[in-house]
C-alpha cells in the first residue's frame, strides 16, 4: 500500500520539527508545535467560541445543524508539555462535524509548570462545568489524541473513582499511554516514525511526572489499570508509529475485561495523521469511520 502524497504534508512538517528543535528552550518548543494546526485544512460551517470551563479555557466548536445537546470534550496531545486548544481546534471540528456534535477542547495546564495529577484535574472540572450547563454523562464522549487520548482514558477512570457519571464514549487518536516507555514498536518502528522517538518521550516524562517511580502509579499510565465496565472505545493509530504498541496493548486489556474496543491501525500513516483531515483521504477516511461509530453511542442515529 502506498500512501497519499497529501498525507506527506505531515511528515514534512515533523522532519522540520525535528531539525529545528536541536537546542531549543521549551518555550522555543511550544511555539513550534503550534504549528501542529497546518496540516489541518478549515472545516467549512463551523463557529468558534472561547468560553472558561470551571476556571479552564476552552474553545467551542460547532458545527452548522450539529446536535447542541451531544457533546465530545476534546484533550490535546503534544506530551502534555505543548499543545492547545488552538493547535487542536480545527481537528476537533472536522471530528465535530462528521459525528455531528459539538467539541469542546480542553486548554488544560501543561507540564513541567503544572506536574500530574493537574492535567486530570483540570479534565474533571471541566466535565462537572458540563454538567451544570446541562449536558448529559451519556451524551458526552472524551476524546484526545497522543497525550490528550491519555487524559481522554484516565478522565473516565477519575469521573467514575469519584462517583461521577462517565461519558458514553471514548475515543483515542494515537494515544500515548505508557509511562514505562516499553513497548515493542518503540524499537521497531523508530526508523519509520518520524516524530516520536524515544529521546522526545522520555523528555516528556521527566516534564511530566514528579518522579519516575510514578511511571508505575495506574493514574499516570492508563495500561495498568481494570479496564472492567470500561465504556466503548475506538482506538486509531497509524501504522508507522512508534507508540503503536501502546494501541495494541490496550485495547487487549479493554477486551479481556469484556468491555468494547475497536482498533483501527492505517497503514504507513504518522502519529496523529488526522491532523491531515480535509487535506488527505487517510486522515478524512479514518475519521469518517470514528464519526459513524461514535454516533449511535451518544445516541443519534
Known sequence: MSVSKESLFLNDLYSSWLRRSEGMDLAGQRDMFEEWHLPTIEPTDVTYEEVTANGVPATWAKPLGAAEDRVIVFTHGGG????????????AAHLA????????????????EAKHPAQLEDCIAVHKWLRTQGYKAEHTATVGDSAGAHLAISTVFELAGMALPIPAA??????????????LTIESNDAVDVLAKRAVLEMMRENFLT???????????????????????????????????????????????GSEAVLDVVDEQQHVFHFNAGRAPEADQALNRIAQWLRPKLGLA
Not at 170 to 183: F, H, Q, R, T, Y
Not at 229 to 240: E, K
Request: no cysteine; glycine share 6%.
Open 80 to 91: 502534555f508539555v505543548t499543545g492547545s486548544r488552538f493547535s487542536h481546534r480545527k481537528l
Open 97 to 112: 462535524k462528521l459525528a455531528g456534535v459539538h467539541a469542546l477542547v480542553v486548554d488544560y495546564r501543561l507540564a513541567p
Open 170 to 183: 471514548v475515543v483515542a487518536l494515537s494515544p500515548w499511554l505508557d509511562m514505562e516507555i516499553k513497548g
Open 211 to 257: 518522579d519516575l517511580s510514578e511511571a508505575t502509579d495506574p493514574r499516570a499510565n492508563p495500561l495498568l489499570r481494570d479496564y472492567t465496565d470500561f465504556p466503548p472505545v475506538y482506538v486509531s493509530v497509524g501504522g508507522y508509529e512508534t507508540l503503536l504498541d501502546d494501541s495494541r496493548r490496550v485495547v487487549e486489556l479493554i477486551e479481556k475485561a
